[in-house]
């Protein structure tokens, strides 16, 4: 079944390697952060 949002949002993340933008994505869309890499 899918999921029913009040707002979508798309995103794109532009950066160096090892910087952090998928946690940083992450942390935005699933509420959790990981610091190991």
């Known amino acids: ?3 029913e ?3 979508l949002f798309k995103s794109i ?3 160096d390697g090892g910087v952090g933008k998928t946690s940083l994505s992450v ?3 699933k509420g959790i952060f990981t ?3």
């Open 35 to 37: 610091d190991d890499y």
């Open 1 to 3: 079944m899918a999921e």
């Open 5 to 7: 949002y009040d707002y």
């Open 13 to 15: 993340v532009i950066g």
């Open 27 to 29: 942390r935005f869309s």
